[in-house]
């Protein structure tokens, strides 16, 4: 049922599950960390500001500390300079947590193939969204964020999400 | 466009050239680069040269020392004890090309990573060859030695040193600055950059002018076209062309735009560290109607790759002025809504003003250009001390500063882009009707019906995207007003389609080698305050 409703609370019990519950109210509180290092970076400052205005849809909390955040999101080139510090901020972010690669950098290294890039930045963390353009209008960067709501609404309980996945600079 | 002179020294003889140079005005270092002439068709004698690139104090005349290197492992002597800014121009050198510098004060890697094996500029490091970086450097290896020279000691004295970076809100991008603190007060510090290192220069290499433009982008990502026409403009004097009047004009009007919008993310950004909220809800919307009137004349908002060598990508479109106006409106307003909350403000004036000053002869020294070092008092701007594009037959002023503090650097950027603004709207009533390409057929494209219906168009199409417009032989300097500062390209061409090497001299490079040693004996909040006003670009400074 819809429960965004608070009116038709009033005098109601509703039976519901765990799972709804908690993902309903993560769904509109996501807060990011921007891990914003290039051109994507200023799209991202777009989407924040009042036009796109991202706190409509309840992450508007941005996260400067990644222990506070639930939603990485890689906005610009990482390079392989920048990768170790890119697996440290995802390490230290508690579960569960979602990653959106903003941009064709994040994404598969762009057109940057070359020896300073790093391929894409799911080559060192599970990536949960990919966002196409160079960079992407805003409207792309939200349409990720609600990619996100959806697919979070699916996630069971308190499980740590992401076991199985290996990075390159996992155990060196 | 600047009067030249290319001379080649003697390595032995560098030195006391330079210091020569120096006293006879050319008091601004450049730029250093190399060359590696390992693929060149006629090598000369040693396969690497050094360049470097000087400007005069009247900043007018360039000048131009190169430098056979016989050997890169013995090198050449370094210049830090004459310009400042050869500190990192020689470490990027030295990184890039492998050439050692003796008696440089801290020869390591500024761009690549420390556990980077090679240097990947050289002619027979290969594009795509990368490696992954383990683990990040500790910088002690800077801090101890500056802290010894100063006497302290970490454990002794009681400092705490702290990393702003490289992943940090306010360190604008992606800047490392290591710092030693005493209480709140910086008693040293040092950068790390190359954080953003995408190897510009080396994918320059391996591809043609055109197919350049769109790396040039995102250089300074936050006045892209500006770049799109410094290095087009470059290219273009190699090959000897000016543009029609009406693709000049055009150029000016956007490269004008893109300043003012570049400093409207500058100022917005810097006062949302400060605290000013509402002051970026004002800065950078006017900056979102830009975009809009952008992306309706070039198809992106941010990165519009809208120049071609030669000229651009088409005419501006039925009715842009009134787009324009409306655009120059609303940024107007937003500047002085955002000028009303702050020009009398007690907490904005307290908190910047004599923060981090630079003086004139420290400025110059340590490379600075543009705002930055029009802040400190010295009154160089390329539009006026060399104009091109008709830029001496507008009517607009130099902004100036005095005591070049953080106030200094951002008030002079609120003024700048009322003078831009002034420009913008007399070029929007001069501008003449007619072509916007250079007449050529080696250098544009040809039009759509001439490629399709004819044999000769479809091959002066094909012969343009395969092999690229072809620059004549030669090597070449060119400088161009940025919003940032003096952004060159230097540019070597063997007579083909794609360059043999381009060099960017990116004015945001020598300001953060400079941040660290103006930060000292200030605050961490002051420090944060001073790198919004000097408007790093990642982009550019780590190309």
Redesign the interface.
Known sequence: MDVSNTYMLDDAIVTTKMDAVINWGREASLWPFV?????C???F??TA???YDISRFGAEV?R?SPRHADLLVVA??V???????LKQ?YDQMPEPKWVIAVGACASTGG?????????GIDEIVPVDVYVAG??P?PEAIIDAVLDIQRQLKREPKFEVRNTDFKG??DD? | MTSKEMITIESDLLLETLSEAKEQGYVLLLDITAIDNLHKSHPPMTRFELVYVLRHENFKDVCTYKVPVPDPKIGVHTVTSIYASADFAEREVYDQYGIYFQKHPMLKRVL??NEFVGH?LRKD????????????QDMMDEMTPLLKAKNLDPDKDGLMIVNLG????ASH??IRTMVALDGEKIVAAASEI??????FE??CENHNYNQII??T??LN??SALMNNIAFAKTAEDMLGVTLPDRGIFIRIIVAELSRVIDHL?CLA?GLLDMGGQTN??YL??P??NA?DFLSKLTGA???NSYMRIGGMAHDLYEGWESDLEDVLQKIDLGITESLKMISNNRIYNDRIQNISPVSAKEALDFGFTGPNLRASGVAYDLRFSDPYYYYDTFDFNMVVGSVGDTYDRMMVRFEEMNESMKIIKQAMKRIPDGEINVPDKRIILPNKECVYGGIEGMMNQFKLVIDGVKVPKGEHYGAFEAANGELGFYIVSEGEGTPYKVKVRAPSFYHIAAYPKIIENYQVADAIMTLGSMNII??EMDR
């Open positions: 891990f914003g290092t290039a051109c970076a200023i799209e400052m777009a500001a009042s036009r941005l400067f610009g080139t390079s392989y300079k920048q990768a170790p510090i901020i057109f940057y193939d070359n020896y300073t890039t790093l391929q160079c960079p209008r390159k600079l060196v | 690549n990573h990947p490091y290969e594009i795509t060859k990368g490696q992954y970086c383990t683990v990040s490289p992943s940090h809100p991008g992606t190359g954080y953003l290192h995408r190897g080396k994918s769109p790396y982008d995102r990502y936050c993310v950004a970026y809800w950078f919307n900056r979102n975009y908002r941010l990165t990642a982009g």
